[in-house]
């Protein structure tokens, strides 16, 4: 019998499939504190986790069984790879299963922070009618930077287009020809946040993009540009963009990710002009059944 712990929610979907699947035997427990873990991780042949779960070095080792993590999405930095390479443990994600809903999230966090929309929302709710408290900016010929231009950024790209606007991307993996086949101008990062007036996150975490955008990025970007961040909490250091709205050295920020979460102390949450959600790029109901099948 092949046992499988599944540590955060998963689709009904994904679970019939195991469920018919034959000698399998699955446990979904999500939340389980860290003792709980390390003790119910300690017979499995699978691991399957979300982003909640953080399936380190201390956990790899007390699977004593483990042959296959699977992360049910995108980005796999709340694995230890290096641990998981050393058991000859395969890491596994779905790559494609919730691109649509975060590249559509994206947008919506673009404009929401062009146009105000929540505080807009709060204002009307709270009985008030001020208008000229509310003046937005349109996309329309405004030069969108994608900084991380893989499967996600294209797309965000592709659908940014649909509102006029240019395209210049940074990522040393991808060459100017791939970017102009695709509509982008290919930039170094310092030539992006100095040419975007909106400036979107779509790259992995590592030690190499950690706080990349920091005191110093955002005293390269264009005065009064926009950030937003729907990608991961850690690329963003969370005081710097704080100074950079309060100061007015930028317009607004969207803000979907945190380098902790939930956010507690964060000094971005109640900002004024930072739209912040609790993580929902791929929350969509389309998503969630891609994930789990994937």
């Known amino acids: ?81 290096v641990a998981a390479d050393a058991r000859g443990i395969v890491v596994v994600n779905a790559p494609s299963a919730n691109a649509t809903a975060t590249a559509e999230h994206t947008l919506a966090m673009m404009l929401a922070a062009c146009r105000q929309i929540p505080a807009a929302h709060a204002s009307v709710a709270a009985g008030e009618w001020r208008r000229a408290d509310f003046v937005g900016v349109e996309l329309a010929n405004k030069t969108l930077g994608v900084i991380g231009f893989g499967r996600i950024g294209r797309m965000v790209a592709e659908r940014a287009r649909a509102f006029g606007m240019r395209i210049v991307a940074f990522d040393p993996y991808v060459s100017a020809e791939a970017g102009a086949a ?19 996150l779509h790259t992995i975490a590592s030690p190499e993009t950690h706080h990349l955008i920091d005191d110093a990025a955002i005293a390269g970007m264009k005065h009064g540009a926009i950030l937003v961040n729907c990608a991961r909490g850690t690329l963003v250091d969370a005081d710097a963009l704080s100074r950079g709205i309060a100061s007015g050295a930028l317009r607004a920020a969207g803000v979907d990710v945190y380098e902790v979460e939930p956010p507690v102390g964060n000094p971005l949450v109640g900002l004024p002009g930072v739209v912040h959600v609790p993580h929902l790029g791929a929350s969509t109901s389309e998503a969630q059944e891609n994930v789990a099948l994937q």
């Open 1 to 81: 019998m092949f046992e499988i712990l599944i540590s955060d929610p998963l689709g009904q979907e994904g679970l019939d499939l195991l469920a018919a699947a034959p000698d399998v035997h699955f446990a979904m427990r999500p939340g389980l504190d860290r003792p709980a873990l390390l003790e119910a991780v300690a017979g499995v042949d699978a691991l399957i986790v979300r982003s909640a779960t953080r399936a380190d070095a201390d956990v790899i080792a007390a699977a004593r069984r483990l042959k296959v993590i699977g992360r049910a999405g995108i980005g796999v930095d709340n694995i230890d790879r």
């Open 182 to 200: 695709v509509g982008a101008t290919m930039m170094d990062l310092a030539g992006l946040l100095a040419a975007a007036d909106v400036v979107t």
